[in-house]
């Protein structure tokens, strides 16, 4: 039963941690992107077209990350070019993806979709627990454990995550040094898009293989707040995300179990936990300042 | 072909009045063009969306309702995002305060008393001021992101408010349904008018506006709020304590969102139940960024915003555009709005591949 | 600048050019409005079929408008007005949390006629509506008593309201009048609509070892989940079969549609007064789906419950009833009023859960 349930935990937690990843990127190249539920969204109903009509799950996931990136560009645009306030952009960026997934999607409900079949790794697989566990997965969770391990790489290993964090840190400095900080943002910001296209995708291809209108269902402000719970490092988002997945089956599971306790309670729990967890990891002044990039959500012009 | 923007030494006062009209003129012609796709025809869709709400004078109180709780949590919230603090938890403290306002009526559903509303509303003030109190204990005391908190705190709230309505505050006689016993009448906000159903909520978020407005442009304080925006540095030269104004700023939000829940339950809708927001604390947040962080800009905003919400039944009804069509053009408008800012402040060059100056940016 | 003076100039004529559009007609409006998105998959999709059959059935007599995604509260109470202003004659207000503001509005527009689905307060112009979904969740319960192996089923629930509470206690009386031992466990998802929390919950009770899963929730979700799974499953409010073909036993399908006829002819015709109704399988508010994936005997068996339920031979609250705690509620032959039904907030024995209160 135990690895039952690490298998839904692990389902549960995989769209957030990859958004998260994706959002993670762009903070730290000082953009705050609170549209994160807006490009999800529109990643599924993407994903879960194109799937439809050419009955392959992985064009799907392509159509899915490419749907994210794409409607992440509006906001790039908006808030990059025309320097608009970032915070209210990414807010109404959510709006209009809800809207225009609905949309898009009203044909498709209550169509069955195709769902995306696991991929067994030969030998692995055959670990006991851990191989069902582990290496009997949708390419969806390869591919954000490849994430986690891509984007640490990236970002303190590479000359370019310098740069990214270089912008990040000081925009103007960043600047002065001769790197290109719009360039680099609209980037970042693609990225985040089309990860969070991505953990859409997982949601209409993986976790409930369907289309209904808003099936997001918030999971996208829960892939921000573990951004900033990880405090913008990419392992602790694994660790956040994947809390979070378990406190929330833990509770369907303790209710199952007849554990008399007001429901409400138990679905407030994972929400008190994270608070709970953030204060321990923010206590320490010092590495909460080192990693929070000081330009997040500032805007950037360059002086001619 | 490339978009360079250039500071304007001063913001242009033409383009501040300039600007929305051109992001009405864009969202028309967009919308326009949106809804003769649809096959819908076009001028009939925008009249029913800007115009058919503001023609009969019950609709004006309706739009006078729906706008007063945007106004009341965006010019709290303009003062957090002005001085640099981030709360987005506004939905949570307006739970808060119409759960703490409400407890009088609900707990003694016999006092009959012209004292209870007036205890009910700083009631409701101090609740939501308690609630944001915890991310600004937690900022000041742990550093801890106000964003996640506050945005945390708003889950559980709505959860305190679905246990509450469901379980120990459910009416007994209401067949089990979650809901409280109705207010008594001197528990419920009265009418402006008698033409209609607004109600004090209204006055009291002009009220708030123009009292937040005063105090930005005329007393130290605003000028704390402003500097410590800026530059926390800058503030601590000239005194202010930035720890300080984690608690202003977010207690006032807090007790101005905790104003607009207690109003929304007792004037609208007359008693608890385990919603009681359709999302009024976030939409908050573009209100106070369209109003431009003022005041009085906010509480233009506001009535856009509530606009489009009553449009979008309106066109829904007579002539049939869904509602998601009608998301969908709101976003455009606050698009339009927020990209059509950016002339106040800078001026657009467009830049053509030959005419490439000097390559930095 | 110029291109702005442009802009500036078309839409002053765009607004210029608006005209007051509102033709003459003659057609009577009857009028909805939707909680949910009318393409949920649930129960606001469930309304707007009936909404859809009814436009069908009265074609050109009637028009049929509709406001969907209506939150509850106070902009419930400004859309019922202002469909009360457009001119509807009859207006379908079609969840529960739309009862104040639907008794509110017709106060004020007296010469109007509203319905109110699910509610209980009822005016000289508002009738309400309601569907005996247990009788369907009685069904079913004998059905999982004879498929399932382990004598165990799982319940996905929504809100510990009395609609719910009492499906359950439907539920777990039929599937003991078969196997008097059979236990059922219920998960609260807190949620009406969110596929995946709801496939989460199919999965936590599939795990804890159910092999009949039902839901109150309004999402295919656990019925995907089921047909991964293997196990069996019943659909909820629609037709579920297309997400298990191999899965659902057999569907609780609201169709509103049959009401909607009836009580919009009433109308037309004049002899339209406030009721309080409460229909059942017999007046086809509900239907059950063809029972599917299950051996004759057991077929055989839900059809001939069907019968005597439409027939009025069985009610499925029927004594001896016990509560949960195994004190006496209801003696040998005794049926409970309607009321106390509609106010239920306590489980029969058997229920393996505790209410939540």
Partial sequence: MFEAILLTVITAS??????????????????????????????????????????????????????????????????????????????????????????????????????LQPISIPLLSEIPFFGKVLFNQDLIFYLSVALIVGIHWFLFRSRTGLKLRAIGDNHGSAHALGIHVVRMRYLAVMFGGACAGLAGAQLSLVYTPQWVENMSAGRGWIALA????????????????????????????????????????????????????????????RTTLINTPASLGKPFVPDR | MRIELEKRPRVSGLFSVVSPLLALALTLAFGALMFSLLGKDPMDALYS??????????????????????????VGLSVCFRSNNWNIGAEGQ??????????????????????????????????????????????????????????MLVYIAQLYLDWLTRGPWRDPQGYNFPQTKAFVTEAVLPEILASGRAHWAFIFAILAAIAVWFMMRFMLKGFEVSVLGQSERAGRFAGFSARRMVWFSMLLSGALAGLAGISEVSGSIGHLQPIISPG??????????????????????????????????????????????ARVFQGLLLFFVLSCDTLIHYRIRLIFAGAKPEARG | ????????????????????????????????????????????????????????????????????????????????????RSGCALIFTTSFGFMDATIKVAEKFPDIKFEHATGFKAAPNVATYNSRFYEGRYIQGQIAAKMSKKGLAGYIASFPIPEVVMGINAFELGAKSIN??????????????????????????????????????????????????????????????????KTQLTAIVDTWGAYYIKRTNALLDGTWKSEQIWDGLKDGILTMAPYTNMPDDVKAMAEETEAKIKSGELHPFTGPINKQDGSAWLAAGEKPEDGVLLGMNFYVEGVDDKLPQ
């Fill in chain 1, 226 to 285: 573990l951004v900033v719970f990880a405090s913008w490092r990419p392992r602790r988002v694994l660790a956040g995300g994947y809390l979070f997945g378990a406190v929330t089956i833990g509770q369907l599971h303790a209710q199952a179990f007849g554990i008399g306790v007001p429901t409400q309670l138990l679905s407030a729990l994972p929400y008190a936990a994270t608070i709970v967890v953030l204060i321990i990891i923010s206590h320490n002044r």
């Fill in chain 2, 280 to 325: 009024y604390g976030f939409t908050a947040i573009i209100v106070a960024f369209l109003g431009r962080l003022n005041p009085l800009g906010i509480i233009a905003a506001g009535l856009v915003l509530a606009l489009t919400y009553l449009g979008g039944e309106a066109a829904q009804l007579s002539i049939g555009i869904s509602d998601k069509v």
């Fill in chain 3, 180 to 245: 008097p031992d059979f236990k059922l466990k219920v998960v609260w998802a807190n949620t009406w609509f969110d596929p995946g929390k709801e496939a989460d919950a199919a999965k936590a009770l599939i795990d804890q070892g159910v092999d009949i899963l039902t839901q109150h929730t309004d999402t295919t979700a656990p019925m995907q989940v089921a047909a991964e799974r293997g196990i069996l499953a019943f659909g909820q409010a629609s037709d579920m079969i297309a997400a298990g073909p």
């Fill in chain 2, 49 to 74: 969306f800007f115009v058919e709400p503001l023609l009969e004078v019950w609709s004006l109180h309706e739009l006078a309702i729906k706008a007063a709780p945007l106004i009341l949590i965006a």
């Fill in chain 1, 14 to 115: 995989t769209p957030l941690v990859v958004a998260a990843l994706g959002e993670l990127v762009a903070e730290r190249s000082g953009v705050l992107n609170l549209g994160v539920e807006g490009m999800m969204i529109m990643g599924a109903v993407f994903a879960f077209a194109a799937t439809r009509y050419t009955g392959s799950p992985y064009i799907g996931i392509l159509a899915g990350i490419a749907g994210g990136a794409l409607f992440s560009l509006l906001f790039g645009f908006l808030t990059l070019t025309l320097v608009a306030n970032q915070v209210a952009t990414g807010l109404a960026l959510t709006i209009l993806g809800l809207g225009l997934s609905g949309q898009i999607g009203e044909s498709f409900v209550g169509q069955p979709g195709i769902k």
């Fill in chain 3, 1 to 84: 600048m110029k291109k702005l003076i442009i802009a500036l100039a078309a839409s002053a004529a765009l607004l210029g050019g608006l005209a007051t559009g509102a033709s003459a007609q003659d057609k009577t409006k009857v009028c909805f409005i939707y909680v949910g998105s009318k393409t949920d998959g649930g129960w606001t999709q469930a309304h707007d079929i009936g909404r859809q059959e009814l436009q069908k059935a009265l074609g050109e007599k009637i028009e049929t408008p509709f406001l969907e995604s209506v939150p509850e509260g106070p902009d419930a109470e400004r859309a019922i007005e202002r469909m009360a």
């Fill in chain 2, 94 to 151: 307006f739970t808060m305060g119409a759960i703490a306002g409400s407890i009088l009526p609900v707990m003694n559903p016999e006092w009959h008393s012209p004292m209870i509303l007036p205890l009910m509303l700083v009631m409701g003030m101090i609740g939501g001021a308690l609630y944001a109190g915890i991310p600004a204990l937690l900022k000041t005391r742990f550093n801890t992101n106000e964003i996640l908190t506050s945005l």
